[in-house]
């Protein structure tokens, strides 16, 4: 993996999705990127805008444009050669549109290598594979795995990490694990502690954690294998004080059962929940209701053997008084500390982290 960063200046493809859960890969990539230096995000649906006001009501200095063609030319216009479309979009299922594939292939036609972390592989794409070539440029398909040779299977090799394991989870998919890891490695940083993050999504991996795999595309036998193989080369090449890793889905939806590896071969010791109050039913699925709090908190520990030490909050159809009802009430029903850690940090979950395990004072 390189890590020679950033690899390029990229416009955002999100189509019809910025500011929805099926934009969270463009969403990341505006809060943070190592990887690519992010010139502009594609939505006509937020056009002029900029796109961290969108997102967080905070200036990011990434303008939100029409369409590829006035992304392209407002970046040449500023002397910023754009060299990749990174496609931003989270769909369902992980499948490209009619509508994206076309805008693809316009981004090939000017040159811009493409890419993409969907299930529908740019590479495998005749037409798409065809212009690529014709153009000269480079088609990247983060969620394809690696070839099986090269998987991991689980060894018992955790068991030698010493750094604290912190797994972040979450009651839903598309609820803002990733960005509270990220936020609690920043904050770690802080506070004198050395850490890195195991990314398991494709967002991760775009945004250049530099330990990363992509658990929804590995086949089921070498889940538990990568997922330890991660961990273990985190703490086996950089020895840090600790190791986040990034959930995915939850325990409990029908759709994204995520999680079960990770407990089970990450081994994390301790456990921070993110959770949407607001939310009633599980993402993308009206008729089925999120299961309780409580029930998620029991059901992890259970399997875990590991307490949850810290629920953390995805303030959305929220208002800052809603905020401070739901933490107050979260606090009072399970007598863990809540924090919002996009909206204030997360200095305090830091500080619950180094009281529960072996992190250094």
Known sequence: MSTDFPEGSAIVYCEGAFATTNGKTAHGLVRRSRRYRVLSVVDSHHAGADAGMVLDGREAGIPVEDNIISAYRRAREQDDEPTHLVVGIAPDGGRLSAVARSDVRRAIRLGLNVVAGLHDYLNDDPEIAALAEEHGVVLKDVRRPPAVDKLHFFSGKISEVSATKVAI?????????????????????????????????????????????????????????????????????????????????????????????????????????????????????????????????????????????????????????????????????????????????????????????????
Not at 248 to 276: C, T
């Open 169 to 361: 989870l979450g009651t839903d998919s598309a609820v803002g694990k990733r960005t509270t890891a990220w936020l609690l490695v920043d904050a770690c940083t802080d506070a004198g502690l050395s850490a890195e993050l195991v990314g398991t999504g494709q967002t991760a991996w775009l945004q250049g954690a530099k330990y990363s795999i992509v658990l929804d595309s590995l086949v089921n036998d070498f889940v538990a294998g990568e997922i330890e193989h991660a961990v273990w080369s985190a703490w086996n090449e950089v020895r840090p004080d600790v190791i986040v890793i990034e959930g995915q889905g939850s325990l409990m939806n029908p759709a994204y059962p995520g999680g079960y590896e990770i407990l089970a071969a990450g081994r994390p010791d301790v456990v921070v929940l993110q959770h949407a109050p607001a939310r009633e039913e599980y993402d993308g699925f009206p008729g089925h209701p999120m299961h309780p709090l409580d029930r998620q908190i029991q059901a992890i520990e259970l399997i875990s053997g590991r307490p949850v030490v810290a629920i953390t909050l995805n303030h959305e159809d929220l208002d800052e008084d809603g905020i401070d009802r739901a933490r107050a009430e979260i606090a009072r029903s399970t007598g863990l500390p809540v924090f919002d850690v996009l909206r204030d940090g997360a200095d305090g979950l830091v500080e619950v982290i180094r009281d529960r395990s072996a992190a250094p004072r």
